[in-house]
């Protein structure tokens, strides 16, 4: 199962990556394209700080190697779980597999450019999500199974009666 794991992890490593290519290459910076009107865009942003914006204005110079170490240091924690955790399918797994990859994907832009590359971007009106990429899609659906794996699944004692 391990295998099927970090299969999982590359195929969100190189979905990101092909899809924060094309939007470098075909959408100029700040410009968008709309995909489904006042809904969805396809938007060329790039983000110098955490997951949605997050100190993206934040003129400490230790802002960029703080983030590196901090996605290290996940990676590192994903990796131990997932070892450790896949010797079977299981949301947790998937789940797990999922952050791996799109902290790799995060991880190579900032290390590359200082910066990450994120271009969907959802709205309603004047209202809308910060945009983001696949790699940030990915952790949080990986987030998402582990919470719903903790919420929801049977004990050992619940298992046996």
């Known amino acids: 199962?391990?295998?099927?794991?970090?299969?999982?992890?590359?195929?969100?490593?190189?979905?990101?990556?092909?899809?924060?290519?094309?939007?470098a290459k075909d959408i100029?910076?700040?410009?968008?394209?709309?995909?489904?009107?006042?809904?969805?865009?396809?938007?060329?942003?790039e983000n110098r700080g955490a997951a949605f914006?997050?100190?993206?204005?934040?003129?400490?110079?230790?802002?960029?190697a703080m983030l590196v170490l901090f996605s290290i240091v996940a990676?590192?924690?994903?990796?131990?779980?997932?070892?450790?955790?896949s010797?079977?399918?299981?949301?947790t797994g998937i789940g797990l597999a999922l952050i791996l990859g799109g902290a790799v994907g995060n991880l190579w832009d900032r290390l590359l450019n200082g910066r990450v590359v994120d271009f969907l971007l959802f709205y309603v009106g004047q209202y809308q999500w910060p945009a983001f990429n696949?790699?940030?899609?990915?952790i949080v659906c990986g987030a998402g199974l582990l919470v719903i794996e903790i919420l929801f699944a049977e004990t050992p004692a619940e298992k046996s009666a």
């Open 1 to 23: 199962m391990r295998r099927f794991h970090f299969v999982i992890a590359l195929l969100v490593v190189c979905l990101d990556r092909a899809t924060k290519w094309m939007v």
């Open 28 to 45: 100029s910076l700040h410009d968008s394209i709309q995909v489904v009107p006042g809904f969805f865009r396809l938007t060329h942003v």
């Open 53 to 64: 914006g997050l100190f993206a204005d934040s003129p400490a110079q230790w802002k960029i």
């Open 134 to 138: 696949v790699a940030d899609g990915a």
């Open 75 to 85: 990676l590192i924690v994903v990796l131990a779980l997932l070892w450790r955790n």
């Open 87 to 91: 010797h079977a399918m299981t949301s």
